[in-house]
């Protein structure tokens, strides 16, 4: 990885609109939590090909992870800057549930009830499955450290969508939030709880 590092780097004294050594010096960047030198790199892939995605998608994962280790830290208001780029950054045809389901648990916990209200609006306006959104909510609630009256209002609208069953694709999406987790190791009180509850659906589907 150094090497290729290296690489990179001396590619971008040749080329300094490289593209893919832009994307991948950032990458590592926000793989080290080193956000904002990050972001420069991106921003410079993203004036070099303004319409590229994969640059669009780079930058609002780094502004997510900032917005999460800056609500941690305790530090709403900054956490709020991160998420309203991160949300402009949104492209209309892909879900931004995660988003504001992370967005709308910051202000929980820093008492903003009206604005937590207000986001997660957003997030059951964009038509995803509401087992998928609560499934995330909880999850987000219980990292951010929401109230306790907030999370246990939401596990049991969750709870009400097991019960329903939930939809193939929202199955697999909840599978792969789970996995996303578990490879970042993102610590979460209650998700065991949630994996067998996953787990537990997923042995009641009818086979192929």
Request: hydrophobic share 40%; glycine share 4%; charged share 30%.
């Amino acid at each position: 990885m150094r090497q290729a590092e290296e690489q990179a780097v001396e590619i971008l004294k040749r080329w300094p609109a490289h593209v893919e050594s832009l994307l991948f010096l950032g990458s590592l960047c926000l793989d080290r939590d080193a956000f904002q030198k990050a972001l420069r790199y991106f921003e410079r892939a993203r004036r070099a090909e303004p319409f590229n995605d994969k640059t669009r998608g780079k930058m609002q994962l780094c502004y997510l992870s900032s917005a999460l280790r800056r609500s941690a830290a305790g530090n709403p208001d900054l956490a709020r800057k991160d998420y309203e780029q991160a949300e402009a950054l949104r492209d209309p045809r892909e879900s931004s549930a995660r988003l504001y389901c992370a967005w709308a648990a910051m202000e929980w916990r820093a008492g903003q009830a009206d604005r937590a209200e207000a986001i997660l609006g957003r997030a059951t306006a964009g038509g995803d499955d509401l087992a998928c959104l609560y499934f995330m909510l909880v999850i987000e609630l219980e990292h951010a450290g929401a109230p306790a009256k907030v999370l246990q209002r939401f596990e049991k609208l969750l709870d009400a969508e097991w019960r329903k069953g939930p939809t193939p694709s929202a199955t697999a999406t909840m599978v792969s939030l789970m996995l996303e987790l578990d490879t970042a190791k993102a610590a979460c009180a209650g998700r065991e709880a949630h994996r067998r509850s996953l787990i537990a659906h997923l042995s009641h589907l009818p086979p192929k």
